[in-house]
């Protein structure tokens, strides 16, 4: 049964909205990873001059970019965009804090705490602002005694591939207990927490919501490998990236704070403390 020329008229205008509304759709969501696409871009080329030796130039980058989201954040209407612009805000922040540090290039075990407990007040604000639920933060203790274990192992295998890469100094005189349970606290509570609350918490699920699952990955570990840009090799940047892409992973799979912040931990405890020490009879040195 044939349809009246009206009815027909009527579908095609119904079709036609339609589909102006999905090419519509389609354009926000191409300007959204434009408008997100150009700081994350801004951050990898200040990065990039700090591997070449560039500090000053790098510090002025950062320096704008910082400026810049924040003045953004106020003028864009796109809830999507400037909860990303803030939660992007964290890393010429980080990176800022880090090049103030007039211990920065003399690391020791108390310097990063010196970096990252200042970072505490900016991180837990962002997290207010943000309105991220417990599930997207990863706040649960679920399985945590089967982490606990499995974060040992992968940070230990991760821990001898960074450390082949960067041949990286004890940050401990010895392996006494008192000194592995200050390495401890030092490399979990401080770096590994902050560093995953910025990284995968809070800007790998905003990326996320911008780009998809995979991309949003990829993108926060590109940005957690250059952020390592200042040990000045290039294999460093490239075998961060790999284990941001691990560690991204696993956290867009389990959603465990605690599980990437053990690994995290664990990575750093092995990398400037025990291999260092025991790297000769592990045969790697």
């Given at each position: 049964?044939?349809?009246?020329?009206?009815n027909?008229?009527?579908?095609s205008?119904?079709?036609?909205?339609?589909?102006?509304?999905?090419?519509?759709?389609?354009?926000?969501?191409?300007?959204?990873?434009?408008?997100?696409?150009?700081p994350?871009?801004?951050m990898?080329?200040?990065?990039?001059?700090?591997?070449?030796?560039?500090?000053?130039?790098?510090?002025?980058?950062?320096?704008?970019?910082?400026i810049?989201?924040?003045?953004?954040?106020t003028?864009?209407?796109?809830e999507d965009i400037?909860?990303?612009?803030?939660?992007?805000?964290?890393?010429?922040?980080?990176?800022?804090?880090?090049?103030?540090?007039?211990?920065?290039?003399?690391?020791?075990?108390?310097s990063?705490?010196f970096?990252?407990?200042?970072l505490?007040?900016?991180?837990?604000?962002?997290?207010?602002?943000?309105?991220l639920t417990?599930?997207?933060?990863?706040?649960?203790?679920?399985?945590?005694?089967?982490?606990l274990?499995?974060?040992?192992l992968?940070?230990?295998?991760?821990?001898?591939?960074?450390?082949m890469?960067?041949?990286?100094?004890?940050?401990?005189?010895d392996?006494?207990?008192l000194?592995?349970?200050k390495?401890?606290?030092?490399?979990?509570?401080?770096?590994?927490?902050?560093?995953?609350?910025?990284?995968?918490?809070?800007i790998q699920?905003?990326?996320?919501k911008?780009?998809?699952?995979?991309?949003?990955i990829i993108?926060?570990s590109?940005?957690?490998?250059?952020?390592?840009?200042?040990?000045?090799?290039?294999?460093?940047?490239?075998y961060?990236?790999?284990v941001?892409?691990i560690?991204?992973?696993?956290?867009?799979k389990?959603?465990?704070?605690?599980?990437?912040?053990l690994?995290?931990g664990?990575?750093?405890?092995?990398?400037?403390?025990?291999?260092p020490?025991?790297g000769?009879?592990?045969g790697?040195?």
């Amino acid at each position: 049964m044939e349809l009246p020329a009206k009815n027909k008229e009527n579908i095609s205008c119904l079709e036609a909205e339609y589909q102006e509304t999905n090419e519509l759709e389609n354009l926000k969501i191409r300007n959204k990873k434009v408008y997100v696409g150009i700081p994350i871009l801004a951050m990898t080329f200040a990065e990039v001059l700090i591997y070449f030796g560039k500090i000053n130039e790098a510090l002025w980058i950062h320096m704008a970019i910082l400026i810049g989201l924040s003045l953004s954040t106020t003028l864009t209407k796109n809830e999507d965009i400037y909860k990303t612009y803030q939660a992007l805000m964290l890393l010429p922040l980080l990176r800022l804090v880090s090049l103030s540090m007039p211990i920065f290039f003399d690391t020791t075990l108390y310097s990063f705490i010196f970096i990252y407990a200042p970072l505490a007040i900016p991180v837990t604000i962002n997290v207010a602002y943000q309105k991220l639920t417990r599930e997207d933060m990863g706040l649960t203790l679920s399985k945590i005694w089967f982490y606990l274990p499995l974060s040992v192992l992968i940070g230990f295998g991760l821990g001898i591939g960074e450390y082949m890469v960067i041949q990286a100094g004890y940050l401990i005189p010895d392996l006494s207990p008192l000194n592995l349970l200050k390495l401890a606290v030092v490399m979990v509570f401080f770096v590994g927490l902050i560093e995953e609350v910025i990284f995968r918490s809070i800007i790998q699920t905003r990326l996320n919501k911008i780009y998809g699952a995979w991309r949003g990955i990829i993108l926060s570990s590109i940005l957690f490998g250059f952020m390592h840009s200042a040990y000045g090799t290039f294999y460093e940047v490239l075998y961060t990236l790999f284990v941001g892409a691990i560690i991204g992973y696993m956290f867009y799979k389990t959603r465990s704070l605690p599980l990437i912040t053990l690994i995290h931990g664990f990575v750093n405890i092995f990398l400037f403390g025990v291999i260092p020490h025991l790297g000769p009879g592990l045969g790697l040195l």
